[in-house]
């Protein structure tokens, strides 16, 4: 579904886009990112982002040349170096971060389905033990909204089987096709190769469960251990080496009377000490395991 600008982007730009070289890249990143657009019409709308970039970089010279001066208000000509080439800049910024963000959301899309797997296996395994067929395994799994992406990808299985009445190998290939996660395509290959060498379905959902169950304990076990090393480093850098800092500097300051001192306190206290903690939350959180 396009929005409206998309829509003016595609009018625009679409018969060109049709006819770009980024057409299957698009389409690959677009699949796995879940975004329903059609991806000739996500380069017109990456062209048409690059398009406002530009005039919003001539809009920029423009103010520079003639409103500013008319206000009597000079800035220093060294900012022409940034001036003149922004229209070209900022084009090409809203180019590249508009094709970034597919890749973005894939990125997001398979951490999450990573961390939610061996739970959703966990669901599979006790649906093919009371005997459900697949395709009903796959419909109740996209019903579980807690198990986030992979409950999508189930409910894309689902919709090929049913909606499309595509047979169940096939709907796999798609999926192993479509999805981020290289987990997740080993877990669908595996049972496209139980299904067409007459395997045990159920034996092999069962034994994946489990063996991703002890690859999660595994990986939650690796997670503390870096955790206690963290904590340690955290403890060094954050807590005690800044106090250090602050006692040793202010104790110059009293000295001294340097007003160098007093500025370092002030850089310790309102830039190094949030940044610091703010790194340290960004490592943790893009560590963190699924609990």
């Known amino acids: 579904m396009l929005t409206k600008y998309q829509s003016i982007a595609y009018k625009i730009f679409g018969n060109l886009a049709k006819k770009s ?16 657009v059609r991806p000739e019409a996500y380069i017109a709308f990456a062209w048409m982002n690059a398009l406002m970039g530009a005039v919003a970089g001539i809009i920029l010279i ?6 500013l001066p008319a206000l009597g208000i000079v800035l220093p000509l060294k900012l022409l170096a940034i001036i003149i080439p922004s229209p ?3 084009a090409a910024l809203a180019y590249f971060i508009t094709l970034m963000i597919p890749e973005s959301k894939v990125s997001s899309r398979k951490k999450d389905i990573e961390n939610k797997l061996p739970y959703a296996l966990n669901f599979i395994a006790a649906m093919a033990t009371a005997g459900v067929t697949p395709a009903i395994i796959f419909k109740n799994l996209a019903e579980q909204k807690v198990y986030g992406e992979v409950s999508k990808e ?22 192993v096709a479509r999805t981020p996660s290289i987990r997740f395509q080993e877990f669908l290959q595996g049972a496209i ?12 959902f069962m034994a994946k469960a489990d063996e991703y169950m002890r690859e999660n304990r595994r990986l939650q076990k690796e997670f503390l251990e870096t955790l206690g090393v963290l904590a340690e480093s955290y403890v060094t850098v954050v807590v005690a080496g800044p106090l250090f800092l602050i006692v040793m500097l202010s104790v110059m300051s009293l000295v001294g009377g340097g007003a160098g001192s007093t500025m370092m306190l002030y ?6 000490l949030p ?9 943790i959180s ?3 395991p699924e609990v």
């Open 21 to 36: 070289s980024q057409i299957e890249y698009i389409k690959v990143s677009l699949q796995k990112a879940f975004i329903e």
């Open 62 to 67: 423009f103010v520079y040349a003639t409103l």
């Open 88 to 90: 070209i800049l900022l």
């Open 154 to 175: 189930a409910a894309w299985i689902y919709r090929d089987m049913a909606i499309f009445n595509i047979d169940i190998i096939t709907a796999l290939r798609n999926a």
């Open 193 to 204: 190769t139980t299904i067409t060498s007459g395997g045990n379905l159920k034996n092999y």
């Open 267 to 272: 850089l310790i206290a309102l830039v190094v």
């Open 275 to 283: 940044l610091s903690n703010l790194g340290f939350t960004f490592v």
């Open 286 to 288: 893009s560590m963190a």
